[in-house]
């Protein structure tokens, strides 16, 4: 925005009288949280395939090898991917072990959508005079060494306290 164009937005106030103006930095803080969070993904193609098998009742990793085509240690990798997401499970019904849906795996197979727990850092932004956090999209922050460099005025938080985490 430029001088002109700040002048004629804040000068038609009723009551007031724009004398002057600066540009200034409000004190925000940067807090990284770690998060774990819930993604959902699209089944690889292997996967899909593996549980409609197994829907059909082709139970071991071997008859899964033949009827589709692949070598066993494709399968055996895909069986183990989706055993750890607990989509499939293990059972051994009259002394044969044979591979299962779970009812997360039939979910699973409904939506061809894998939801797997992914960790993440979100950066959060505070705003030290609201004691709250805020979005600052469109800003870049700067760090309090900068503000000279820019020749901006830091507007100063009351009480001077960073924020803190509970515990």
């Known amino acids: 925005m430029t001088t002109e164009e700040i002048i004629k937005r804040y000068q038609q106030r009723s009551g007031y009288r724009l004398a002057d ?5 409000l004190p925000i803080y940067s807090i990284n949280v770690q998060a774990l969070t819930m993604a959902h993904r699209r089944l690889p193609p292997i996967e899909e395939f593996v549980l409609r098998c197994l829907s059909m009742n082709i139970c071991s990793a071997a008859e899964l090898s033949h009827f589709l085509g692949l ?3 494709v399968i055996k990798s895909a069986l183990a991917g ?3 997401t607990d989509s499939i499970a293990l059972t051994a ?6 591979w299962t849906l779970t009812s997360k795996g039939k979910a699973t197979l409904e939506t061809a959508e ?6 993440r850092t979100i950066p959060i932004h505070f705003d030290a ?4 956090p805020t979005l600052y999209r469109f800003q870049r ?3 309090h060494r900068e503000l000279e460099d820019e020749g901006l005025i830091e507007i100063e938080q009351i009480p001077p306290q960073r924020p803190q985490l509970l515990t």
Do not use: F, N, S
Not at 21 to 25: H, P, R, S
Not at 93 to 98: A, E
Not at 129 to 132: D, G
């Open 129 to 132: 005079l609201t004691r709250k």
């Open 21 to 25: 103006y600066a540009e200034v930095a």
């Open 71 to 73: 070598e066993e240690q």
């Open 93 to 98: 019904p009259r002394g044969k072990q044979t």
């Open 141 to 143: 922050p700067l760090k």
């Open 82 to 84: 989706l055993a750890q």
């Open 114 to 119: 894998m939801v797997v727990p992914e960790e």
